[in-house]
T-cell receptor, first 114, second 113 residues
Framework: EAQVTQNPRYLITVTGKKLTVTCSQN?????MSWYRQDPGLGLRQIYY???????DKGDVPEGYKVSRKEKRNFPLILESPSPNQTSLYFCASSLGLAGVYEQYFGPGTRLTVT | AQKVTQAQTEISVVEKEDVTLDCVYETRDTTYYLFWYKQPPSGELVFLIRRNSFDEQNEISGRYSWNFQKSTSSFNFTITASQVVDSAVYFCAHTYNNNDMRFGAGTRLTVKP
């Protein structure tokens, strides 16, 4: 089954404790991205990757890091999480550029930073 | 700034009513794409439609229809004969530079039986 998976689905952590949210897709998609969803703001793009070793900032990259060492995986790293990063996070993948192709979204990761 | 405005935060209708969700976008580009996604209560995001800026034909898919008007920078979504299963948050999105995707804040639709 074609899908995007994220782990963990729920995470409660404390300020400053580094964490990684994993994202994996099995569709051989070149393009992957991370979004955060906050009430009243919709989804905002954090980072995207157009291929292995090619990543770039989205709309709200501050406080996040990503890497794309393999085509299927695109982890999101929070080196020193802060309470303002409490949010619902979505990973997405598409065949090509997000502006042209339909994006497939993962189930979401709800992160709470206390 | 290029942005997407969904002025209706919440809409509530009774089953079988028609409902239109508004979407207005700002863009400096001549070539761009517009999308609608649905987020049901279960939380996942479901793709509904993609439209490029050169195609202003209205589209109908079952009970769903979309009205794209470049002159007013709008891409509105109508559900005909709404059903309880249509209850969800609906997001309109716009991309420019073929990558930078901007979502609206979403419209929460509640369809009551």
């Amino acid at each position: 089954e074609a899908q995007v998976t994220q782990n963990p689905r729920y995470l409660i952590t404390v300020t400053g404790k580094k964490l990684t949210v994993t994202c994996s897709q099995n569709m051989n998609h070149e393009y992957m991205s991370w979004y955060r969803q906050d009430p009243g703001l919709g989804l905002r793009q954090i980072y995207y990757s157009m291929n292995v070793e090619v990543t770039d900032k989205g709309d709200v990259p501050e406080g996040y890091k990503v890497s794309r060492k393999e085509k299927r995986n695109f982890p999101l790293i929070l080196e020193s999480p802060s309470p303002n990063q409490t949010s619902l996070y979505f990973c997405a993948s598409s065949l090509g550029l997000a502006g042209v192709y339909e994006q497939y979204f993962g189930p979401g990761t709800r992160l709470t930073v206390t | 700034a290029q942005k997407v405005t969904q002025a209706q935060t919440e809409i509530s209708v009774v089953e079988k009513e028609d409902v239109t969700l508004d979407c207005v976008y700002e863009t400096r580009d001549t070539t761009y794409y517009l999308f609608w996604y649905k987020q049901p209560p279960s939380g996942e995001l479901v793709f509904l439609i993609r439209r490029n800026s050169f195609d202003e034909q209205n589209e109908i898919s079952g009970r769903y229809s979309w009205n794209f008007q470049k002159s007013t920078s709008s891409f509105n979504f109508t559900i005909t004969a709404s059903q309880v299963v249509d209850s969800a948050v609906y997001f309109c999105a716009h991309t420019y530079n073929n990558n930078d995707m901007r979502f609206g804040a979403g419209t929460r639709l509640t369809v009551k039986p």
